[in-house]
């Protein structure tokens, strides 16, 4: 699966430093991925996405169905 987001508006600020990517699970928990969708890794910050495996997304802590 892709998670996708469009860059924040700049104010003249502090630069952005990483991104808290969170995937809510089955019984509606916000957890962070930091294996697959790490928003610090400045590779995934560049391009604006992440991909997470649906075995990573079924699998515990997230516990998932499709549909």
Do not use: H
């Amino acid at each position: 699966m892709r998670i996708t987001w469009i860059e924040p508006e700049y104010d003249g600020g502090s630069p952005l430093v990483e991104y808290k990517i969170q995937i809510r699970n089955m019984i509606g928990v916000y957890i962070e991925d930091k294996i697959d969708c790490d928003g610090s890794n400045q590779l995934i910050k560049a391009n604006f996405y992440c991909s997470i495996p649906m075995e990573t997304l079924r699998a515990s802590p997230f516990n998932l169905t499709l549909g």
